[in-house]
């Protein structure tokens, strides 16, 4: 049976709300109890991913377009304004967004604490397969909201997230500590690995578990276990460049190669018109130009070649993804933290290597000084921007541009304050909007969840 087939089934056996999960006889609503009908619950999921409609957990090219336009990469002051067309400005365009999103991350968490609290571990491939994709899901959504919910990693001390690993519809849990949060993340990702799930129709295969793992330890600074995590996959999945890179970037549908996970595997009419018209979007501004200068080799950079046109119009695929390449930069990066510079190095060459043609590797004298104009004025560990880390955060800038990192880059490095010009108004990205506010209505039933700094009042 495909996964269509399986979720109407499993559909129609329980109904629509999430509290008709909990349902009795004779009205014929009732848990899940067959690996079949929880692989529907996956399956549901999934199918958002393989055409583009996922705003979850990996997001698609409407969240990336949003997250462009949170940080400095696109210059809202020159763009083209035309009515009924909407293209957030800055981060505080889209307060009353996130509280949605909040919601929507925790419905994802329910129905894997659906699945974990109830499918049984026989031994079966298919048990096996459910049972790993719903303790990645879940990791997943928890990681997300560390990242969009939380402040940057400080302390382990400092407030993290809500955690709930049983279905219950009356549960008002206070926040955990962001160490606490951390471990249950890691504790979930190592379970899924433990799975081994290999078939790529689940996705979240063990290899993509890893891959979230890096992250997490590159987000909360583990800087030794990231570096172990992104070295064995970037063995395992080398980078590649030339026609190769272009294709698995500029493709609509296309993975492989060294991406581990995409958005939007297969078409259908609702997710190409979503997709075209991000693209539309993201042509109503331009790129800036000093992300643009940052390419200073220019045509022997592949980039260069094709992420905006002469107009600075951007023509990159808007590409919510997990690739290598970010795993190659996060080394760059753990390895100028840990003040191995000769190693730091050799990883940012590796990746300029496979993007510019007739590469000559930069040495720590070659470096470019630092700029003073950049938004960016201290690293992760709060110490002055250094030649060599300004070298690895520009690659970093370049490489995933239209992939919706930036804005996370630039709240993890300081969450510097910037503004941007649109429609005759001033707009502040103050450091507070870099951390989204936790939905009113639940801060207002639940007295351990204590709203974040910045929206004490938000109405």
Same mark, same amino acid.
């Given at each position: 049976m495909?996964?269509?087939?399986?979720?109407?089934?499993?559909?129609?056996?329980?109904?629509? =709300?999430?509290?008709?999960?909990?349902?009795?006889?004779?009205?014929?609503?009732?848990?899940p109890n067959t690996a079949e009908e929880f692989a529907a619950i996956v399956h549901s999921i999934l199918n958002r991913i393989d055409y583009g409609s996922d705003e979850t957990l990996l997001g698609n090219s409407t969240t990336v377009l949003d997250l462009e336009s949170y940080s400095e990469n696109l210059d809202a002051s020159v763009g083209e304004y035309k009515p009924g067309i909407s293209v957030a400005v800055y981060a505080g365009s889209h307060i009353n967004k996130q509280q949605k999103r909040y919601a929507d991350h925790y419905s994802v968490i329910k129905d894997c604490n659906i699945i974990l609290a109830n499918l049984e571990n026989d031994g079966r491939e298919l048990n096996s397969n459910v049972l790993g994709v719903a303790y990645a899901m879940r990791a997943i959504s928890y990681y997300n909201l560390l990242r969009e919910y939380c402040g940057t990693f400080e302390s382990n001390e400092q407030p993290g997230l809500a955690l709930i690993e049983d279905f219950d519809m009356e549960a008002q849990p206070a926040r955990s500590s962001y160490g606490e949060t951390a471990s249950f993340i890691e504790r979930d990702l190592k379970k899924a690995i433990s799975f081994q799930v290999k078939q790529d129709v689940f996705r979240f295969t063990e290899d993509v578990s890893r891959a979230y793992l890096a992250r997490l330890y590159f987000w909360t600074e583990q800087w030794d276990k990231a570096a172990e995590v992104a070295e064995d996959l970037l063995i395992r999945y080398p980078l590649v460049k030339g026609d190769e890179y272009v294709k698995l970037i500029q493709s609509r549908n296309t993975g492989g190669g060294n991406v581990l996970l995409r958005t939007f595997y297969f078409s259908n009419? =609702? =997710?190409?018109?979503?997709?075209?018209?991000?693209?539309?979007?993201i042509q109503t501004r331009p790129v800036t130009r000093e992300l643009v200068e940052l390419f200073t080799e220019k045509d022997q950079d592949i980039r260069y070649t094709f992420y905006f046109n002469s107009h600075r119009l951007s023509t990159k695929n808007l590409f919510a993804n997990i690739r290598t390449d970010e795993m190659c930069l996060m080394l760059a990066e753990i390895f100028t933290h840990k003040g191995d510079h000769a190693k730091a190095l050799s990883y940012l060459n590796m990746l300029r290597a496979h993007r510019i043609v007739h590469y000559k590797p930069l040495t720590m004298t070659s470096l470019p000084t630092v700029k003073s104009y950049n938004v960016i004025k201290q690293d992760a560990s709060g110490k002055p921007l250094s030649a060599l880390m300004q070298a690895v955060l520009n690659e970093r800038r370049k490489e995933l541009y239209a992939e919706g990192d930036r804005f996370f880059e630039l709240k993890r490095n300081g969450s510097p304050e910037f503004w941007v010009a649109f429609n005759g108004f001033k707009y502040t990205m103050e450091p507070y909007l870099y951390t989204y506010p936790l939905p009113r209505i639940d801060v207002e039933i639940s007295d351990g969840l204590v709203q974040n700094p910045g929206y004490e009042k938000l109405k």
């Open positions: 495909n996964k269509i087939s399986i979720l109407l089934a499993i559909l129609l056996a329980m109904g629509t =709300s999430c509290k008709k999960y909990l349902d009795v006889k004779p009205n014929g609503r009732t848990v009419q =609702s =997710s190409n018109i979503n997709y075209e018209k991000s693209m539309e979007l």
